[in-house]
């Protein structure tokens, strides 16, 4: 009753920001994202593994609400595989990349977490049971169960059962296209993203409008990401980014994700597509910016983010699907 599964993180292209439903995580538009490797999450989980529920996360055992999300996602596959009496769990998980810094790391962490215990539990494989499933623990995590390019539909239904994500194209669409990500903070978020949105919702005038461009940004990309028009794509996504984190900037009390460094890497691409050279950036709710670009030029952004003072930089291609895996974590 032991399973072990690699997720990715996914960097919405159109940004997911802001509940309709706060306790079934509903949003209030669809959002479009690319899956990101070589980033990844492992996560274990083992059913009967003990008298109790154990949550590790990256090493330190998880309390308050880390635990309750965790608990709530095994809770639900427990209740699903009912005639199963799979008792008490153990989830240990790891990942590769800095948490809260806006890189998605609890979107691959939930994402492993749907599909390893779900397998553990014996259920079988399906990426929408997983979405929905894994959508209770991280929003955005539902983008992460499948690979390439997937599209979390905000749907209609009151109980979120619409409300899942389709992969749209797969990560062998697209090979060429990059993201770099320009790690300019490691340091964890003052405000996580859950409570940056929730204040945004509540409180900015320029929601309403956000919820309304957002939704048609997405038919738009979609189209970008069919004809592969990187440039097209590049400006949807730095007007995406710069609209979701005004949202944020005009709520009260404001809100702002950006450090100093950001803005000088955001600005110097600018001056870079001057010279020819196809980069655009996208930002979640941290400090790291995501450079958009092609295989022909990723060693041209990395060059920019570590003169702008970056302290890593990751090269990105589309990633695959949450994979289950030999090796356990315990």
Same mark, same amino acid.
């Given at each position: 009753?032991?399973?072990?599964? /690699?997720?990715?993180?996914?960097?919405?292209?159109?940004?997911?920001?802001?509940?309709?439903?706060?306790?079934?995580?509903?949003?209030?538009?669809?959002?479009?994202?690319?899956?990101?490797?070589?980033?990844?999450?492992?996560?274990?989980? !083992?059913?009967?593994?003990?008298?109790?529920?154990?949550?590790?996360?990256?090493?330190?055992?998880?309390?308050?609400?880390?635990?309750?999300?965790?608990?709530?996602?095994?809770?639900?596959?427990?209740?699903? !595989?009912?005639?199963?009496?799979?008792?008490?769990?153990?989830?240990?998980?790891?990942?590769?990349?800095?948490?809260?810094?806006?890189?998605?790391?609890?979107?691959?962490?939930?994402? !492993?977490?749907?599909?390893?215990? /779900?397998?553990?539990?014996?259920?079988?494989?399906?990426?929408?049971?997983?979405?929905?499933?894994?959508?209770?623990?991280?929003?955005?995590?539902?983008?992460?169960?499948?690979?390439?390019?997937?599209?979390?539909? /905000?749907?209609?239904?009151?109980?979120?059962?619409?409300?899942?994500?389709?992969?749209?194209?797969?990560?062998?669409?697209?090979?060429?296209?990059?993201?770099?990500?320009?790690?300019?903070?490691?340091?964890?978020?003052?405000?996580?993203?859950?409570?940056?949105?929730?204040?945004?919702?509540?409180?900015?005038?320029?929601?309403?409008?956000?919820?309304?461009?957002?939704?048609?940004?997405?038919?738009?990309?979609?189209?970008?990401?069919?004809?592969?028009?990187?440039?097209?794509?590049?400006?949807?996504?730095?007007?995406?980014?710069?609209?979701?984190?005004?949202?944020?900037?005009?709520?009260?009390?404001?809100?702002?994700?950006?450090?100093?460094?950001?803005?000088?890497?955001?600005?110097?691409?600018?001056?870079?597509?001057?010279?020819?050279?196809?980069?655009?950036?996208?930002?979640?709710?941290?400090?790291?910016?995501?450079?958009?670009?092609?295989?022909?030029?990723?060693?041209?952004?990395?060059?920019?983010?570590?003169?702008?003072?970056?302290?890593?930089?990751? /090269?990105?291609?589309?990633?695959?699907?949450?994979?289950?895996?030999?090796?356990?974590?315990?």
């Amino acid at each position: 009753m032991k399973a072990t599964v /690699r997720a990715h993180p996914n960097l919405a292209l159109v940004k997911y920001w802001g509940k309709r439903d706060d306790a079934l995580i509903l949003p209030h538009q669809s959002s479009l994202s690319m899956t990101l490797s070589p980033l990844s999450v492992r996560t274990t989980v !083992a059913f009967g593994a003990g008298s109790a529920d154990e949550v590790e996360l990256n090493g330190y055992v998880a309390k308050g609400s880390e635990r309750d999300r965790v608990l709530r996602v095994l809770d639900a596959v427990r209740a699903e !595989a009912k005639d199963a009496k799979l008792g008490p769990a153990k989830m240990v998980s790891r990942g590769d990349f800095p948490a809260s810094a806006g890189l998605a790391s609890s979107a691959a962490g939930f994402a !492993a977490l749907a599909v390893a215990a /779900r397998a553990a539990a014996g259920l079988p494989a399906d990426p929408r049971a997983a979405s929905l499933l894994s959508r209770l623990g991280s929003g955005s995590a539902c983008r992460s169960v499948q690979g390439g390019f997937c599209e979390w539909m /905000r749907g209609e239904r009151p109980d979120g059962m619409d409300s899942y994500a389709v992969q749209r194209f797969d990560e062998k669409h697209w090979p060429e296209l990059r993201m770099v990500v320009a790690i300019v903070s490691r340091d964890e978020k003052e405000v996580k993203s859950r409570d940056g949105m929730k204040n945004a919702v509540e409180t900015s005038p320029y929601y309403p409008a956000w919820v309304k461009d957002a939704e048609a940004e997405v038919v738009r990309a979609r189209e970008f990401l069919a004809k592969k028009d990187l440039q097209a794509l590049g400006e949807m996504c730095e007007r995406n980014a710069w609209r979701m984190h005004a949202t944020s900037l005009a709520a009260d009390p404001p809100l702002c994700y950006l450090m100093p460094k950001t803005l000088e890497l955001i600005h110097s691409l600018r001056e870079q597509r001057k010279k020819g050279v196809p980069v655009w950036f996208t930002l979640d709710a941290g400090p790291n910016p995501c450079i958009l670009t092609d295989a022909a030029h990723e060693l041209a952004a990395e060059a920019a983010a570590m003169a702008c003072g970056a302290t890593e930089v990751v /090269r990105c291609v589309p990633g695959g699907d949450a994979q289950l895996l030999g090796e356990h974590l315990f």
